[in-house]
Nanobody, 126 residues
């Protein structure tokens, strides 16, 4: 089964950029749909972006559309989240997750993804 490990979280000023990475071992993103999720204190975990294994189709939450970009490397072992124009409300723990899904990744709730990384903290503050 696939194991995931995120990195790249940091403290950044509003308007800044970060790139998160999620490395897969024991499998690749060719076999699993995958996504980026975040959870802020006192809030539920939300899916902010995901990518399908079948066609590489990508989906974004409205809150990050136009600012964040999800991608994978050519070997589909690493998934990235490029985050631009960061805002204080983007502050959260960011997780990557994967699952073998029958439908497009954007129709599934976070609880339906079975493989998770440990999370990486992103703080946007001046």
């Amino acid at each position: 089964q696939v194991q995931l490990a995120e990195s790249g979280g940091a403290l950044v000023q509003p308007g800044g950029s970060l790139r998160l990475s999620c490395v897969a071992s024991g499998g690749t993103f060719s076999a699993y749909a995958a996504g980026w999720f975040r959870q802020a204190p006192g809030k539920e975990r939300e899916r902010i972006s995901c990518i399908n294994s079948s066609d590489g189709g990508t989906h974004y939450a409205d809150s990050v559309k136009g600012r964040f970009t999800i991608s994978t490397d050519s070997a589909r072992k690493i998934m990235y989240l490029q985050m631009n124009n960061l805002k204080p409300e983007d502050t959260a723990v960011y997780y990557c997750a994967a699952e073998n899904l029958a439908l497009s990744c954007n129709v599934y709730a976070p609880r339906e993804f079975g493989y998770w990384g440990q999370g990486t903290q992103v703080t946007v503050s001046s």
